[in-house]
DNA sequence: ATGATTTGACCGAC
DNA sequence: GTCGGTCAAATCAT
């Protein structure tokens, strides 16, 4: 009785805080990754750029490892997606110790948030759907989907999509994180560029657009959507100018665009707060500047 | 058989 | 207490 409570607290936000900072950390490897290819690709024959880059790489890597042994401690707790097999019971059970299901929720706390408006769900990436909710304040239940490469890669991409209250032809997609999987078939260049350059925007395909795979129709309740096969996905690349649904214009030409402050419906973003506790744990815990180190 | 979707339950934030 | 995000068993599709 006297002892867990304020110990398991601190524990726990410890955990979270960390949790944070691995996933944050993820991208950065995974950026930096990518970073590397487009560098040696401009810059091939420059052995000096991949013998940095590979030296960036692994300090990186061994960041990752030791912060990772540290979140996990010594009881080496099960990974979510076995948290209850070793229950096969009719009924789910909770168990309350380490169930996080709906935990952190709410407020959307991730560094990347993006509102897209979309005749179609297909946008090249390969999702999961793992819900549906109607929503109070909405006439259209909103769903939820997670990157396929959640567990196998790690990528913590993820988006809710809902018809549209004023065109319920219209999806308006709420892009949450950034992809850090590497399916070849889904995450071309253009996206990866979108985070380094922010004067650009990010466009959904428009009713009119061209060359544009576009569904035969929008159901009532986009539940069903189909998700797409590597097949598909690579049947998609051959028929859209894109393997994304998205095309990167400059900031000037931004036709049917999204930010986020014009989804009332919709959270808003608490970016800060994240970008905050990585740029403090970057600098308490590894002791750099991210800005130095991404300059 | 395998993987995706549906859907009710669960749980933390508000 | 309500609401919204997530989980996971059941079901469906391939």
């Known amino acids: 009785m006297e002892h867990t409570p304020v110990v398991a607290c601190g524990e726990a936000e410890e955990s979270l805080v960390g949790g944070t900072v691995v996933r944050e950390m993820a991208k950065i490897r995974a950026s930096t990754s990518r970073l590397g290819v487009l560098l040696r690709e401009a810059l091939e024959g420059n052995s000096t750029v991949g013998a940095v880059f590979e030296e960036l790489e692994g300090s990186i890597s061994r960041a990752f490892s030791l912060l990772d042994r540290k979140q996990q401690g010594g009881d080496g707790p099960p990974s979510s997606e076995h948290r209850s097999s070793e229950i ?59 990157c396929t490469h959640k567990y196998d890669q790690g990528c913590m991409a993820h988006r809710q999509a809902q018809l549209s209250e ?27 560029s979108a985070s380094i350059f922010q004067d650009t925007c ?21 539940a069903s959507q189909k998700q797409e096969s590597d097949e598909d996905a690579a049947s998609n690349l051959t028929t859209a100018s ?3 649904g998205y095309f990167l214009l400059p900031a000037t030409e931004n036709p049917v665009v999204t930010t986020p402050d014009v989804t009332s419906g919709f959270h808003t973003a608490t970016d800060l707060d994240m970008d905050f506790m990585a740029d403090t744990y970057l600098e308490d815990v590894f002791g750099f500047d991210d800005d130095e180190f991404f300059r």
């Open 88 to 146: 096969p019971t009719k009924k789910r059970k909770v168990n309350p110790a380490c169930d996080r299901r709906g935990g952190c929720r709410r407020r959307i706390q991730s560094s990347s948030l993006r509102i897209v408006k979309s005749k179609t769900l297909d946008d090249g990436q390969t999702w999961r759907k793992y819900g549906q909710k109607e929503i109070q304040s909405a006439k259209h239940p909103r769903s939820y989907f997670r």
């Open 166 to 192: 004023d065109d319920p032809t219209d999806f308006v997609i709420t892009y949450i994180g950034e992809h850090t999987c590497r399916d070849p078939t889904v995450v071309p260049p253009q996206m990866v």
């Open 202 to 222: 990010l466009i959904s395909f428009g009713a009119g657009g061209h060359g544009v795979r576009q569904e035969a129709s929008v159901p009532a309740s986009f």
């Open 242 to 244: 894109s393997s994304s």
